[in-house]
């Protein structure tokens, strides 16, 4: 005959109440542990818009051939960490890796002036792939930096129809490897996060323009257009600049001299 | 006018399923394919960050411009208070629905995350018309099932005049929003027009009425039902007022955009010297789609023969999918001009070149699979409720037709 009795049972309170620590344990700790092994303090404080951040790149400093800043971002954002599908031709990996930069040469039609410059996301202050973006996915922070939140993006890809610098790439493959400072995942769209990481963590420059400097051109200049001191501020004031595409009044974080 | 009756769709069980299984075989296929794709990423597709939006999109924006289209020929029935359209009305609302729904499935299907389908049906951001036509798409669907069912059940038939009242202005938003897709891109020279919008709503005329036209006459005529030439050719011809009215809104749309001198490059290129999308242009879109349907619905003779009537309506079905192509491939693969006054000369990421974009097989499968969907629904619905009228002979008719 079993025994019986009408007290609960300790054993398996006890039990329960280890397992349920085990489980909030191993769904916390990942977050906790990352964080500690990162060893980097990121801002606590919400984005304000005190600052904006923006771009100058001088267009006759940046050399014909170079790529430093192509081969930085790559490296930076885990674009080289990609790898081709089995059986892709390598002219469509090509058009369908993402690039968050790239280098183009233009020639003037009328006088043959060649310029080279790096294309990126312009980080707009009106941009238009906020505004068709159906979840709201694509956004724009406090101080001027254009992203996507991947957690509510749906690959649409209506804000790659809708950018007029051809910005913004689809991740066509599955992706094996990436760093933890830039996710990415098979089915989302991406861009120049203008090194976010960077700049939340207190750094001030990206790593276009670093590379650019240790390439001995200096042809990127960054910070915060807000500040009047900024190197970037005081370049803008002494170079005459534009805008790409000013005609849509878009009021670019990044511009040129020298186009 | 003698009272119509509403029968199922009678044909024999064996021919009823052998269609259906046909059509259950081009879905299968094309939810093979959206899982193929979806499973290894685009990267398997002609799609690139160059082209965005393939194939899928083709079929897809094709098939949800005609569903508008399918409901007009109810709304003349209710709205305009033509009385021998009214019998013809509940398998126009059915074809809406079901059109719609192929659409958006293969829409659906070709997102980057179709498994996030809930984050856009909970997180909007209402400056886009994107998250707009979630609410249009799914508003249409909801508004045309209650007035099928105003329209169906006899005691509730005083109301159905209201809410097709309220279909028809939906299915106009909803074709508003669609062609609004474009009308608002700034960034690409072929898009950013306001016409956009009304050239939508006049290709869904043309598009939902060619595939009624032709779903009307195959279960008519599968079926033995009496077809008369007098609401056919009424119908026909109204597809020719709706062929004409695409041909024109199309010319006006390339004549505005030749007035401004920055836009006859992408002019010269889509009208010239675009190569496979100026010949889906001139062939597909104004020969096809347009000029010759239009030969056949107003020739003495042929345009009395339902034989030919019929070729003219997926003449106008296979323009119309070149339509689409051209407007939406043709409009991507054109550079978009980061220095007007300046040329490419190098560019990592292809800048200054046309893009180079060709469908591939799992993309034409999915698009193909959402045809199949629709026409599947559109079978089964006839053939589990009275959708279709028993007889639409002359003498069935309201008078007032032959008029």
């Avoid at chain 1, 989302?188 to 051109?217: I, P």
């Avoid at chain 2, 659409?103 to 209402?126: E, H, K, Q, S």
């Amino acid at each position: 005959m079993s025994k019986t009795t009408d007290q609960p049972d300790q054993d398996r309170r006890a039990f329960i109440g280890k397992a349920a620590g085990a489980v909030a344990a191993a769904t916390l700790a990942p977050g906790v542990f990352l964080h500690g092994v990162a060893g980097v303090e990121y801002r606590q404080e919400p984005v304000t818009d005190k600052v904006r951040w923006g771009m100058l790149v001088d267009s006759n400093k940046c050399a014909d051939g170079c790529t430093a800043c192509v081969d930085a971002c790559n490296h930076e954002n885990g674009l080289d960490l990609l790898e081709k599908p089995e059986g892709l031709s390598d002219d469509m990996w090509d058009q369908q890796i993402p690039k968050w930069i790239r280098k183009v040469t233009v020639k003037d039609k009328l006088s043959g002036r060649e310029s080279n410059l790096p294309m990126l996301c312009q980080h707009c202050e009106h941009p238009p792939c906020v505004d068709v973006c159906p979840t709201g996915a694509s956004f724009r922070r406090a101080d001027g930096i254009v992203m996507v939140d991947r957690h509510t993006c749906i690959g649409c890809r209506y804000c790659m129809m809708a950018c007029p610098y051809k910005a913004r790439s689809f991740v066509h493959e599955v992706v094996e490897h990436k760093p933890t400072i830039s996710p990415r995942g098979k089915g989302c769209v991406e861009s120049c996060t203008f090194c976010v990481h960077r700049l939340d963590r207190g750094e001030t420059t990206t790593a276009c323009q670093d590379a650019c400097s240790q390439a001995g051109h200096k042809a990127i200049v960054f910070g915060d257009l807000n500040d009047p001191s900024s190197e970037v501020s005081q370049a803008l004031k002494q170079y005459p600049s534009r805008q790409v595409r000013a005609d849509l009044k878009l009021n670019t974080g990044v511009r040129y001299s020298g186009v | 006018m003698k009272k119509t009756y509403f029968s199922e769709w009678g044909i024999p069980s064996p021919r009823y399923w052998a269609l259906l299984a046909l059509l259950a075989a081009f879905v299968g296929i094309g939810g093979l394919s959206a899982l193929y794709m979806e499973h290894e990423g685009h990267w398997v597709t002609g799609m690139t960050n160059q082209v965005v939006w393939g194939t899928p999109h083709v079929f897809a924006i094709f098939l949800i411009v005609a569903a508008s289209g399918a409901l007009n020929v109810a709304s003349i029935g209710s709205v305009f208070g033509k009385k021998p359209y009214k019998p013809l009305a509940p398998l126009s609302g059915l074809l809406a629905i079901a059109l719609l729904v192929g659409g958006l499935l293969v829409l659906v299907l070709d997102l980057g995350r179709p498994d996030r389908l809930i984050v856009a049906m909970t997180v909007y951001n209402f400056k886009s018309i994107f998250a707009w036509n979630i609410f249009l798409y799914t508003g249409f669907m909801a508004i045309v099932a209650v007035y099928l069912w105003l329209m169906m059940e006899h005691k509730m038939n005083p109301y159905s005049k209201p809410a097709g009242l309220l279909a028809f202005v939906w299915r106009l938003a909803l074709t508003t929003g669609t062609g609004s897709i474009f009308g608002f891109l700034v960034a690409r020279q072929a898009y950013d027009a306001a016409i956009m919008a009304p050239m939508f709503i006049i290709m869904s005329f043309s598009f939902g009425l060619a595939i009624y036209l032709l779903v009307l006459m195959f279960a008519f005529i599968l079926d033995d039902r009496p077809l008369g030439d007098v609401i056919v050719t009424r119908l026909k011809n109204l597809l020719g007022v709706f062929v004409a009215g695409v041909m024109f809104i199309t010319l006006i749309y390339h004549l505005t955009n030749l007035y401004g001198t920055e836009n006859h490059e992408v002019e010269a290129f889509l009208l010239r010297d675009g190569g496979i999308y100026t010949q889906v242009f001139w062939i597909g879109e104004v020969l096809i789609g347009g000029l010759l349907p239009l030969g056949i619905l107003y020739h003495p003779v042929l345009g009395r023969n339902f034989g030919w009537i019929a070729g003219a309506c997926g003449a106008v079905i296979v323009g119309g999918i070149a339509k689409v192509y051209v407007i939406l491939i043709g409009g991507q693969v054109f550079p978009m001009a980061l220095f007007p006054e300046k040329a490419v000369v190098a560019s990592g990421f292809y800048d200054g070149v046309v893009a180079s974009y060709s469908p591939s097989l799992p993309e034409v499968l999915l698009g193909v699979g959402g045809i199949a969907v629709a026409l599947a629904a559109t079978l089964v619905g006839v053939r589990m409720l009275r959708f279709l009228p028993t007889s639409l002979s002359n003498q069935d008719l309201d008078p007032q037709a032959a008029a």
